[in-house]
């Protein structure tokens, strides 16, 4: 019986975090206006808040005395197979995570974390779109989603530091800084790979990759699965207890650094005295106190706008660094889109959506709404710093004949560099 | 028995009975969900929670739950912004501005303040039932608010609108004799009073748990709630 794991597992994850906010929540509807799937479909059951509604009536039914009730007289139904089923196709395809409900719902209910929490009853079920979980599987065996073995790992790097002549460092006992890639770097954008070596190199950063953590991206985590999150996460921490480093860097890879740097610290014990951040917050670092110096202006043609990523802008609190750099990149070409920041509509590709074919149509949809941002401005070029909305962008220009350049913000920072 | 005895009745001992309920009834809900427990956060912060939960409850004090701080969200559903806020507004108003309702609390606490005059606080009131109808009827055809409710969410409306429908109609002498209206009017409340533990309705307690969660997720990642 699957629903009967599924509402185990719903039980063991209430605590007080959990059932305070579901016992917050009025049934006023707001957070549909907040979600982009639900905006691009109109389909009422994207709404953030039916997205949580096993979670509440297992909450309900389980710790409440009207839930009882209600379960008595027949109000409610228990969970069944069927439910989810139902709702699993729900939260994996149409949810990316990004957590812009929280902030339109007027109790603030943290939506996002909940539906993680409503994703975790489901894996222990092993009720997960086939297609992510073929994902998951080849990251516990192969070590990468993406097919991104020891071998391939090597070859790819090599193949890299010679196209762009650029110095790799790896496995280095004792460097101060381990950065870790994730495979859609690797394998779809591996200029980042250079870009990025550049910049650390230029700032004179005494910066290492290992072999043992070859590979930030977290499928446990997508999935919901926190064994298997704790699985990956520990490969990495293993990579950086090996080299002694004092410092983790996620490159441009949105929910792996919430997985690592915002959620690991609750999930299991993280090596003392390493100190986890984003490539794009080092970047900022290295702008401000002068240790790169970047050519003004280097890319002031056109529109110039920048797509805040929900686990790295919103999420993860790197809002104010993208924009300094592209103040001196863009002086003039730079405009925001409405809205942006932390109020971002997010690239709808997160979360693992973009990994599951059979949510493809509402991908596309949900990428309507970016394409109206961007067309409001008139954006010729469209700049973020998550090769996960990068992938999404790149296939949705594609898909929608676009007629507007995606880029990374390493990358620009890269080619902007000045010795 | 007459309507001199109902009202004895609904105003006496029943109120009594209810306010106990409630007050027990939301307690027990309360502890319930502290003793669930709670995990101590350990990630390292670069913000400040507790800036986060200060600005998340500015952001949402008293009606400003109503007020769209998120872009292009409130033309998308302006009904339950302009209706929530006015209804609200509205409730608070008539239960602590007005006179009649501000007297009640002195009895019960030993204290009052001044009070709002009385065609303020009748015009609120209108205010307030036209806004729940709206409501109302926002949830009979809002497609989600359509798949989200039950005979609870209707129940949370019914129970809130017939003690607002009386008190306006006794203070305006509509229909029927005052004491029957007076008599109606304390019953709804009794029932108000005995539903809101058992109900959604309750909000406004749990209201203080999500919103300082919703600021400190935010402020901890330096992100403005
Ligand atoms: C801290 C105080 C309170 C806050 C922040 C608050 C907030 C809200 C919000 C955001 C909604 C959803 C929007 C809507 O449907 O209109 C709502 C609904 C509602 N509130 Fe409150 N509220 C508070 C106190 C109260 C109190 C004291 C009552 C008492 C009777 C009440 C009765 C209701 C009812 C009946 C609804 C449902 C309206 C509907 O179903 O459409 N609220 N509240
Ligand atoms: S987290 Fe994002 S995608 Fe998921 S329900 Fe909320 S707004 Fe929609
Ligand atoms: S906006 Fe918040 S309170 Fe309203 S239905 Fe959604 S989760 Fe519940």
């Not at chain 1, 009422?44 to 009207?66: G, N």
């Not at chain 2, 509205?90 to 303040?113: D, E, I, P, R, Y």
């Not at chain 2, 039950?150 to 607002?164: C, D, H, K, R, S």
Request: some cysteine.
């Amino acid at each position: 019986m699957e629903s009967q794991i599924v509402l185990d597992t719903f039980i063991k994850e209430t605590g007080g975090y959990v059932a305070s906010q579901l016992e917050a929540c009025t049934r006023c509807g707001m957070c549909a206006e907040a979600c982009h799937f639900y905006q691009a479909t109109g389909n009422p059951e994207y709404a953030p808040v039916w997205k949580i509604e096993l979670l509440k009536r297992a909450y309900e039914q389980r710790f409440t005395l009207v839930g009882k009730a209600k379960l008595l007289l027949g109000i409610d139904k228990s969970i069944t197979d069927t439910d989810i089923a139902d709702f699993s196709k729900i939260v994996y395809e149409a949810c990316t995570m990004c957590n812009k409900c929280s902030m339109v719902c007027p109790m603030g209910i943290q939506l996002g974390p909940l539906i993680h929490e409503v994703r975790s009853g489901f894996s222990e079920a092993g009720v997960v779109p086939a297609d992510l979980m073929a994902a998951v599987e080849k990251q516990v065996e192969e070590g990468s989603p993406l097919g991104v073995t020891d071998d391939v790992y090597e070859s790819r790097l090599e193949w890299v530091a010679d196209e762009w002549e650029v110095e790799l460092p790896m496995d280095v006992k004792g460097a101060d800084t381990l950065v870790i890639f994730s495979s859609i770097e690797i394998m779809k954008f591996p200029e980042n790979i250079a870009a990025i070596a550049k910049i650390l190199n230029a700032a004179g950063e005494n910066w290492t990759l290992s072999k043992k953590a070859r590979e930030v991206v977290n499928f446990g985590f997508y999935e919901g699965n926190e064994e298997r999150t704790i699985m990956f996460l520990q490969r990495v921490f293993d990579g950086a207890i090996e080299l002694g480093v004092k410092k983790i860097v996620v490159t441009e890879c949105g929910h792996a650094y919430d997985a690592l740097r915002w959620t690991s610290y609750n999930l299991m014990d993280v090596p003392k005295g390493i100190e986890i951040t984003h490539i794009v917050g080092l970047i900022g670092d290295y702008l401000r106190t002068g240790k790169i110096k970047l050519k003004e202006g280097a890319f002031n043609d056109g529109v110039v706008t920048f797509h805040d990523a929900c686990k790295i802008q919103r999420r993860g609190g790197h809002i104010k660094e993208p924009r300094e750099i592209l103040h001196v990149l863009s002086p003039d070409a730079f405009k925001e889109m409405s809205p942006s920041h932390e109020e971002s509509i997010c690239c709808g590709g997160g979360g693992g959506v973009i990994a599951i074919k059979e949510a493809d149509p509402i991908r596309y949809a949900a990428f309507g709404l970016k394409i109206d941002q961007m067309e409001k401005i008139g954006a010729t070029t469209v700049v973020m710093s998550c090769s996960n909305c990068r992938l999404q962008f790149t296939d949705c220009v594609q898909h929608f004949n676009l007629d507007v350049k995606v880029a990374g913000l390493s990358q620009m920072v890269a080619d902007a560099l000045v010795e | 028995m007459n309507w001199t005895d109902v009202l004895a009745f609904a105003r006496g001992p029943l109120f009594q009975v209810a306010l106990l309920v409630f007050i027990a009834g939301m307690a027990y809900r309360l502890v319930r969900v502290i003793f669930l427990g709670w995990q101590v956060d350990k990630v390292p912060a670069r913000g400040s929670k507790v800036g986060g939960a200060a600005i998340s409850f500015l952001k949402g004090i008293l009606i400003w739950p109503f007020v769209p701080w998120v872009k292009n969200t409130f033309k998308k559903n302006p009904v339950i912004y302009l209706a929530g806020g006015l209804f609200h507004l509205g409730l608070f108003v008539v239960l602590v501005l007005g006179t009649a309702h501000m007297l009640v609390w002195k009895s019960l606490l030993g204290f009052g303040w001044k009070t709002l005059p009385l065609p303020i606080v009748d015009w609120m009131a209108a205010v307030t039932i036209v806004a729940m109808i709206t409501l109302f009827i926002n949830r009979l055809i809002n497609p989600v608010l359509k798949l989200i409710t039950g005979p609870a969410e209707w129940a949370n409306l019914a129970i809130v609108f017939v003690p607002m429908v009386t008190g306006y109609m006794m203070t305006h002498h509509l229909w029927f004799r005052y004491e029957a209206l007076f008599s109606l009017h304390m019953l709804a409340v009794d029932v108000l009073l005995i539903w809101i533990p058992l109900s959604r309705i309750s909000h406004f307690m749990f209201y203080f748990f999500s919103k300082a969660i919703h600021g400190a997720d935010f402020g901890k990642r330096a992100v403005e709630p």
